[in-house]
């Protein structure tokens, strides 16, 4: 059955880094898009970053932009999300999801929460 | 990346219908047949329901279905049942070279 589980997350102070991790399994992980999705506390939902299947296309919230990167190791069945120059407005639950259609994301992760604070 | 359109509330009868709209613009919602629908319960992950507007995927009652006319996109509960009490997503695809959209969220109350 499909898995992801997503790690990383923590308390960390504003202009910090993390990596978050999610660990794919049970599909060919390489023949589908993946994605981060936020939702900070009380809030909406928010796409962070997409990786298309392509291997090659991404693209990023524009408030992440130049600060985020999404990248995936398709040999080990992983997505990663590297977040510096971390903000207090970053503060949310971070989860992993996999596309069934564009932005379709049929299985998701039980979320890693990031708290920036000083 | 502007935000979808969503009510922030609806609400329903057990066993009436309700209907959640979304509107965006040419650009996204209008523009391709690929929004989706998610439900999230309170401290869960959200859960698709709709995607390509009307397409459910697999374990999805058909008491779920969704339609798109011009930009606004719109998703129907048929069948109220407690349940399906939740905060109910749109989003969009908004072209090849953006990242999709997502709508504020409504919540969905079973009276």
């Known amino acids: 059955q499909v898995q992801l589980v997503e790690s990383g997350g923590g308390v960390v102070q504003p202009g910090t880094s993390l990596r978050l991790s999610c660990a794919a399994s049970?599909?060919?992980?390489?023949?589908?898009?993946m994605h981060w999705v936020r939702q900070a506390p009380g809030k909406g939902l928010e796409w962070v970053a997409v990786f298309w299947s392509d291997g090659i296309k991404k693209h990023y919230l524009d408030s992440v932009k130049g600060r985020f990167t999404i990248s995936r190791d398709n040999s080990n069945n992983m997505l990663y999300l590297q977040m510096n120059n971390l903000r207090e407005e970053d503060t949310a639950v971070y989860y992993c999801?996999?596309?069934?259609?564009?932005?379709?994301?049929?299985?998701w992760g039980q979320g890693t929460k990031v708290t920036v604070s000083s | 990346q502007s935000a979808l359109t969503q009510p922030p509330s609806a609400s329903g009868s057990p066993g009436q219908s309700v209907t959640i709209s979304c509107t965006g613009a040419?650009?996204?919602?209008?523009?391709?047949?690929?929004v989706s629908w998610y439900q999230q319960h309170p401290g869960k992950a959200p859960k698709l329901m709709i995607y390509?507007?009307?397409k459910r995927p697999s374990g999805v009652p058909d008491r779920f279905s969704g339609s798109k006319s011009g930009n606004t996109a719109s998703l129907t509960v048929s069948g109220l049942q407690a349940e399906d009490e939740a905060d109910y997503y749109c989003t969009s695809f908004a072209g090849s070279n953006t990242l999709g959209v997502f709508g504020g969220g409504t919540k969905l109350t079973v009276l």
């Open positions: 999801a996999r596309d069934l259609s564009y932005y379709a994301d049929e299985f």
């Open positions: 390509d507007v009307n």
């Open positions: 040419s650009s996204d919602v209008g523009g391709y047949n690929y």
């Open positions: 049970g599909f060919n992980f390489r023949n589908y898009g």
